[in-house]
Every structure is written in C-alpha cells, then in structure tokens.
C-alpha cells in the first residue's frame, strides 16, 4: 500500500468517526434490509473471476453484522440468492450456491447471529436445505441480531406462498370459502410470509448504484426507506453504512399521514 492510500485510508476513518459521532442514536432502523449487488461487475473492475467476485461479497457479510451491531440494530435481512438468479449459467450457479452454504455455516458458527431463512426451500439443493435447517437449529436461543437469509427469495413467490399457506390452513381448518373470503385481511396474509412475526424492514440498503428493488420484499417494504449506493458490495465501507444510517434519521416518516 503506497502513501497516498495510507492518507485516503486514514481520512476515511477519520470522516466514519465523524459521521458516527453525530449519528442520532434514536433513530437507528431496527430491520436493514440488504441488496447486496455488484459483487461481479466489482470482479470485474478488478481483473478478478466472477467467482473472486462473489467471494468477496460472502467475505464483506461478517463485517457488516458487526456495523449492525454496534448500531443496536436488531434485524438484518440479506438477500443472497433470488429465485432468477438460478437462470444464470451452470459454471456460475454451481459455485455461487458453493459460497452461500458457506456462509450460513459461517452465521452459525459465529455465535452472535440468529439465523433464519427466507426463500422457497424447495429450489435448493438438498445438500443446503440440510445445512439451512441445522443453521436454524443451532442458533434457535441465539439472543443477537435476527439475520434472515434470502436464499431461494423472489419477493412475488413470497406472496404467491403466503396465499397458497393460507389456503391450506384454512382447509385443515375445514373453513370453507365463502368464510375465508370474508375473513382475509391484510394481517392474515401477513402471518404466512416468510417473515410472520418480524417487523418489516425500515431501511433497505443496495449498493451499486442501481435504484430498483428487484422484487425484494415486495410486501414488507410498502413503508420501507430506501438508500441507494454507488459503491459495489464487496467494497461497501463502514463509512457508507453510516452515511446510510445519517440519511435515514434524517427522514420524516409519515406512514401515508
């Protein structure tokens, strides 16, 4: 490392420290919403694989928990995997589900993090529904931050389940159509979402300048804040999450009022 970026480095700390030190303390989100985007074109910057790329992103995870939890920061959701992201090609696929069982071994070995997925089970592999549902287990009495893992996630399939979950437990319950029809309601549904009974997110972050949710959370967000940044996620910075948590306790959230 040369002296200009010894200096660039330093500033940098020095501008977090600053930014940290006027941080509201009250107004910290409790649920962070994560789009962890452009671990391959950050790869690619870089004159790494595409593989490296996604590597990189899998390392920056354990560092930013730890951001969320000096913060006090209660729910963290990443999304690691959506469900068009197994489109992609087969010599891509393979190895990217290769990082993500590792880093839910990862979360769980930690021993600060209560580890939940989020996603269709179904369209994973065996091998990492196994590894998901010990993760599950092994850190059920964990008191730390909730880290739900989008794995398998599109944010339609998670309605389209909630609603075919609902239909089901109606039917074990021998209710029949005409009362289910009276009965729906907003917080029914709710409670057959992938995240029944977590608050929904207040904060979504996605880095790599692209200003779009993807289907993320289509349901939860509805009064979600969103901060958008340019920076990729493999090199997404303690000082970007904190412009982010600046940026949002300086919002007035009226909630449609």
């Given amino acids: 490392m040369n002296l200009r970026d010894k200096l660039r480095g330093l500033l940098v700390r020095l501008y977090a420290r600053r930014v940290e030190g006027h941080l509201d303390t009250a107004q910290v989100p409790g649920h962070i919403g994560v789009i962890m985007d ?11 694989s595409t593989v490296h790329g996604h590597r990189a992103g899998a390392d920056k995870i354990g560092e930013f928990l730890g951001w969320c939890s000096e913060a006090d920061v209660e729910v963290v959701t990443l999304w690691l995997l959506s469900t068009d992201n197994f489109d992609r090609p087969k010599d891509e696929l393979v190895p990217l589900l290769g990082i993500i069982e590792d880093v839910v071994r990862t979360l769980a070995a930690d021993g600060r993090w209560r580890v939940h997925h989020v996603g269709t089970r179904d369209l994973l592999p065996s091998g990492m529904q196994t590894t998901l549902k010990e993760a599950e287990q092994a850190t059920a009495d964990v008191k730390g931050i909730v880290v739900n893992v989008a794995i398998g996630y599109g944010g339609r399939q998670e309605i389209a389940d909630a609603v075919r979950s609902m239909l089901l437990d109606a039917q074990e319950r021998g209710t029949s159509m005409d009362e289910l029809a009276e009965a729906v309601d907003i917080d029914m549904i709710g409670r057959h979402l992938y995240t029944r009974a977590q608050p929904d997110p207040d904060l979504v972050i996605r880095t790599s300048g692209e200003q779009r949710l993807s289907g993320f959370m289509l349901w939860q967000t509805a009064h979600s804040e969103y901060y958008f940044c340019d920076v990729f996620w493999p090199a997404f ?8 948590l600046r940026d949002y306790a300086a919002r007035h959230r009226r909630y449609g009022g």
Avoid: E, P, Y
């Fill in 38 to 48: 452009g671990n391959r074109r950050w790869a690619k910057a870089s004159g790494s």
């Fill in 237 to 244: 910075r303690k000082v970007d999450f904190l412009r982010a």
